[in-house]
């Protein structure tokens, strides 16, 4: 395939193309980052979405792909700009022995979601997080599609971030509008929502911005179920912002999440059986996993501390003493909409 390199922000109004911007050609190192551009037949906002920040999350690097397949110009009253894989290095690098899980890129180590905004003279993956803010603070909104990540089974929820501005209102609404079950409120304390992480930094740049979290990331062959949250909250956005046209649509209920963490660890070593996964509702001393030794008897019951959902099941096998099984939170009021 030839790549096709454009200037992302200079298309005629009813045009519709994808292809790659450079973001770093050197000696020692050059790569592309993949981007495509619906511009509207109507004038509008602008609308970004991304995926690939965890390019290991492939649900969301699926969603970003089908959504730009699926809007057209004609039918659309503004810009898209869905960007399907940030980190095109680590969606590439394949080899098992790099922590590619926690988006590190291979060749100089960065933690992608900890360098923003980064730097046009720094390190690789800072140039790449001053690329990405680049294009992105030219949009009014932001939807960043992200979910489990190789070894997690992972709750479908927004996150929106919360930095004591006026922005926090409109990037609530957003997390409601997008329509899923859950919502979680982010603070700057928060690694999601904190200092150098994208969605922060987008938000104090004043580019409203939220997290959709859909996908099962032990599944490296996403289903609809994990695809389509990410594909129909976003036109949830697209039509609550005017870009298309449609009823929204709303779910039977939705309720925040509390933001305290509730981690399960194991206590024993053996093998991990869950009895619960993500999104099932528990109960305070209720057993949701067990550890066995190889001769099939009970080394150890995992029970839940709290009353709450499972945000979080890893789906580990053979486990020590303090490896992580659950994480909990607890189910807060319900967000009125």
């Not at 004038?43 to 492939?58: F, H, I, K, Q, R």
């Not at 730097?119 to 030219?138: A, D, F, W, Y």
Request: aromatic residues 10%; neutral net charge; proline residues 7%.
């Amino acid at each position: 395939m030839v790549k096709d390199y454009f200037d992302p922000f200079n298309l005629n109004a009813g045009e519709k193309k994808f292809g790659y911007i450079n973001v770093l050609d050197t000696v020692a190192l050059s790569f592309d980052m993949p981007i495509g551009v619906v511009k509207g037949a109507g004038s509008g906002p602008t609308l970004a979405v991304t995926g690939g920040l965890y390019p290991t999350e492939y649900a969301g690097v699926e969603a970003a792909s089908r959504l730009f397949q699926e809007v057209q110009p004609k039918d659309l009253n503004g810009t898209l700009i869905v960007i399907p894989v940030m980190n095109m290095p680590v969606f590439q690098f394949r080899t098992p022995w790099f922590n590619l899980r926690s988006s590190i890129t291979p060749f100089d180590g960065g933690a992608i979601n900890s360098m923003f905004p980064g730097s046009p003279n720094g390190r690789p993956t800072q140039i790449l997080c001053h690329k990405v803010m680049e294009i992105l603070t030219k949009a009014n909104y932001h939807v960043d599609y992200r979910g489990g990540d190789l070894p997690e089974s992972h709750l479908v929820h927004t996150i929106y971030p919360r930095i004591g501005k006026e922005i926090d209102a409109t990037c609530e609404s957003m997390a409601k509008v997008f329509g899923l079950e859950y919502v979680l409120p982010g603070t700057p304390e928060i690694s999601h929502t904190g200092k150098g992480s994208m969605i922060y930094e987008l938000v104090t740049r004043g580019v409203a911005s939220i997290i959709s979290e859909s996908g099962l990331g032990f599944n490296p062959m996403p289903t609809e179920e994990e695809i389509q949250p990410h594909i129909t909250g976003t036109k949830n956005l697209m039509k609550y912002f005017g870009m298309i046209k449609g009823e929204i649509v709303k779910p039977k209920s939705q309720r925040f999440l509390d933001m305290k963490w509730i981690r399960v660890p194991a206590t024993k070593s053996g093998m991990f059986t869950a009895l619960a996964d993500q999104g099932h509702i528990l109960s305070k001393e209720q057993v949701i996993g067990r550890i066995t030794d190889l001769d099939g008897s009970l080394v150890e019951e995992i029970k839940s501390p709290i009353d709450g959902v499972v945000h979080t099941m890893y789906p580990r096998k053979v486990v020590y003493p303090g490896d992580t099984l659950y994480m909990i939170l607890k189910i807060d009021s319900l967000t009125g909409w």
